[in-house]
């Protein structure tokens, strides 16, 4: 069983929709969670990070940590053709070194 | 302000030859962390180095593959006698401090090497 399972999709929108990304988890050590957005050809860079359950915003971003659940979510509102890339979730251990990703859902907003 | 570097972008090799990928991180940034991400999987850890040591090395597969970050220099992941399975994008990210796990990385675009 893998630390960390996230749908791979490919999910497919159309501009303006509410967009929902899921991971969920099984390491109980894992404290520190992101999601990093992913263009085509690029590096990942950090889109969200929180440590704590609850809901965290930031303009269109929304980042929601389960920890009971072991499932953490992003939720992308008024959702822009820019918006197109992968989403990698990722999380780590206060002690380690390392982070863990999910295998990253690939989205697409149609205008 | 140059962020992490990592060159080459493209690299391809035929099996039984080695490949050395380099990366200089961010300016100011003194921890490194290399990645690789194979087709259809995520990033997959493999090493983190502060200047001159290796202080995770735990993902890295035990032969062929190592890693260092000189006092001077990039740092550099090496393969030696690559296989085919060795196709994979190798990223490499850094940060300012020991916060690899709690605070932001930052990813170079990778190097993505191909064997045939």
């Known amino acids: 069983q893998k630390e960390v399972e996230q749908d791979p999709g490919p999910l497919s929108v159309p501009e303006g929709a509410i967009v929902s990304l899921n991971c969920t988890y099984s390491n109980s050590a894992f404290q520190y969670f992101m999601w990093y957005r992913q263009y085509s050809r690029k590096g990942p860079e950090l889109l969200m990070y929180t440590y704590s359950s609850g809901n965290k915003e930031d303009g269109r971003f929304t980042a929601q940590v389960d920890k009971s659940s072991k499932y953490i979510s992003l939720f992308i509102r008024d959702s822009q053709p820019s918006d197109s890339a992968t989403y990698l979730c990722a999380m780590g251990e206060t002690s380690g070194s390392r982070l863990t990703f999910g295998e990253g859902t690939q989205l697409t907003v149609n205008p | 302000n140059a962020g992490v570097m990592q060159n080459p972008r493209h690299l391809v090799r035929r099996r039984g030859q080695e490949a050395r990928l380099r990366c200089s991180p961010m300016k100011g940034h003194s921890h490194v962390y290399w990645y690789r991400q194979l087709p259809e999987e995520g990033l997959k850890f493999m090493v983190y180095?502060?200047?001159?040591?290796?202080?995770?090395e735990s993902g890295m597969p035990k032969e062929r593959f190592s890693a260092e970050f000189p006092k001077e220099g990039p740092s550099i992941l090496r393969i030696q006698q690559v296989v085919r399975g060795d196709s994979a994008a190798y990223f490499c990210?850094?940060?300012?401090?020991?916060?690899?796990?709690?605070?932001?990385?930052?990813f170079g675009e990778g190097s993505r090497l191909t064997v045939l």
């Open positions: 990210a850094s940060s300012p401090d020991a916060t690899g796990v709690t605070g932001e990385l930052f």
């Open positions: 180095l502060q200047k001159e040591n290796i202080i995770d």
